[in-house]
């Protein structure tokens, strides 16, 4: 007889339901997870209100999820790292370890990679919003603190990732554009590393307020004061870095003014995919744009940092819901005047 755990489940966009799903075996070198707290993202809200983005749509039911938490329940014979009763941040993301990207240290490119609650590969790769999940060895990351704040080490990843492609942050001038929980950790790696100065800008109050108290020394309401951003162009632009979360090609190309000579621009945010730049500011100041896509050993690093309590991201927590009101957490979620990060209790 197969197992079963109650799961979130999106079937199409709007329709997500709480169903039971399979729990399979564990296999020598797994590990099953008792799930406590899972963090809504914007990939799952994308496929929540739109069933999908981009060319990445839902062909088959998948249960959502990728920022979990938990406690080890059970552990395969031959596995050594984590023993039932640890608590454990999960990483969604298990490369194959052998394509070509793996072995260049580029994990986060695999040719092969299974990324929790993730439609982009067929059949899709079901996620984490359960009850009980069963993952790889590697995937299980000690982390011995409350599983809502364990919870936070996937999307704090994915932001130290972000921050490393922006090199050198030790004193560094920051733009953050967009101040979501990824434009809010993003100030918070930036910060964490060095930077002397942060300035965030988003189009609305709420997610402002809460960047302001957390991070950026300034934060800017562009729809307040669509020019707020101009006195830093002066002496061709003030910023060494910018963190581009908010996906939007206004943001990127309001960037470029304001951007010193040699600055590093890095974008984060992805919504339609597409940009006019001013290409002249970029080339006349040697701007340099760069991509970031998840992480790969940044996830231990997150958990590392969350543990010491090196971060505080308790004031990016705006709700938990039980895994029976999935359907409010997910419309709270979705509402940026109300909520930053929105969590499920399993
Ligand atoms: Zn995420
Ligand atoms: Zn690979």
């Given at each position: 007889?197969?197992?079963?755990?109650?799961?979130?489940?999106?079937?199409a966009?709007?329709?997500?339901?709480?169903?039971?799903?399979?729990?399979?075996?564990?296999?020598?070198?797994?590990v099953?997870?008792r799930?406590?707290?899972g963090?809504?993202?914007?990939?799952?809200?994308?496929?929540?209100?739109?069933?999908?983005?981009?060319?990445?749509?839902?062909?088959?039911?998948?249960?959502?999820?990728?920022?979990?938490?938990?406690?080890?329940?059970?552990?395969?014979?031959?596995?050594?790292?984590?023993?039932?009763?640890?608590?454990?941040?999960?990483?969604?993301?298990?490369?194959?370890?052998?394509?070509?990207?793996?072995?260049?240290?580029?994990?986060?490119?695999?040719?092969d990679m299974?990324?929790?609650?993730?439609?982009m590969?067929?059949?899709?790769v079901?996620?984490?919003?359960?009850?009980?999940?069963?993952?790889?060895?590697?995937?299980?990351?000690?982390?011995?603190?409350?599983?809502?704040?364990?919870?936070?080490?996937?999307?704090?990843?994915?932001?130290?990732?972000?921050?490393?492609?922006?090199g050198?942050?030790?004193?560094?001038?920051?733009l953050?554009?967009?101040?979501?929980?990824?434009?809010?950790?993003?100030?918070?790696?930036?910060?964490?590393?060095?930077?002397?100065?942060?300035?965030?800008?988003?189009?609305?109050?709420?997610?402002?307020?809460?960047i302001?108290?957390?991070?950026?020394?300034?934060?800017?309401?562009?729809?307040?004061?669509?020019?707020?951003?101009?006195?830093?162009a002066?002496?061709?632009?003030?910023?060494?870095?910018?963190?581009?979360?908010?996906?939007?090609?206004?943001?990127?190309?309001?960037?470029?003014?304001?951007?010193?000579?040699g600055?590093?621009?890095?974008?984060?945010?992805?919504?339609?995919?597409?940009?006019?730049?001013?290409?002249?500011?970029?080339?006349?100041k040697e701007?340099?744009?760069?991509?970031?896509?998840?992480?790969?050993e940044?996830?231990?690093?997150?958990?590392?940092?969350?543990?010491?309590?090196?971060?505080?991201?308790?004031?990016?927590?705006?709700?938990?819901l039980?895994?029976?009101e999935?359907?409010?957490?997910?419309?709270?979620?979705?509402?940026?005047?109300?909520?930053?990060k929105?969590?499920?209790?399993?």
């Open positions: 007889m197969t197992e079963t755990t109650r799961a979130a489940i999106i079937h966009a709007h329709d997500l339901r709480i169903e039971p799903c399979e729990v399979p075996a564990a296999g020598p070198h797994e099953r997870v799930v406590r707290a963090g809504i993202c914007g990939s799952d809200l994308h496929y929540f209100n739109h069933g999908g983005f981009g060319a990445v749509r839902l062909r088959e039911p998948m249960v959502l999820g990728h920022e979990v938490a938990g406690e080890v329940e059970a552990v395969g014979a031959s596995v050594t790292r984590v023993r039932p009763g640890d608590r454990v941040a999960v990483n969604p993301s298990l490369p194959c370890g052998q394509c070509r990207f793996c072995l260049l240290g580029m994990a986060n490119h695999c040719l299974r990324f929790y609650g993730s439609a590969r067929f059949p899709h079901q996620g984490g919003f359960r009850e009980t999940l069963v993952c790889h060895e590697s995937q299980a990351i000690p982390a011995d603190m409350p599983a809502g704040r364990a919870a936070f080490a996937e999307p704090l990843s994915v932001c130290l990732h972000a921050a490393r492609q922006a050198n942050l030790m004193g560094a001038r920051v953050v554009t967009g101040a979501g929980p990824i434009g809010a950790l993003c100030a918070m790696a930036a910060r964490h590393g060095g930077a002397r100065d942060i300035v965030a800008t988003d189009l609305m109050a709420a997610p402002l307020a809460t302001a108290r957390v991070a950026a020394d300034r934060a800017l309401n562009l729809r307040e004061q669509p020019d707020a951003l101009a006195p830093y002066a002496d061709k632009g003030y910023f060494d870095v910018v963190f581009e979360c908010s996906g939007t090609a206004a943001a990127l190309s309001g960037a470029l003014p304001v951007a010193r000579p600055a590093v621009i890095v974008q984060v945010g992805l919504n339609s995919g597409e940009a006019t730049l001013p290409l002249n500011l970029l080339v006349a701007i340099s744009l760069r991509g970031t896509f998840r992480f790969h940044e996830f231990a690093l997150a958990v590392d940092i969350l543990a010491r309590g090196a971060m505080d991201v308790t004031p990016l927590l705006t709700e938990t039980p895994l029976h999935a359907r409010r957490a997910f419309r709270l979620a979705s509402d940026r005047n109300q909520a930053m929105v969590q499920l209790a399993f």
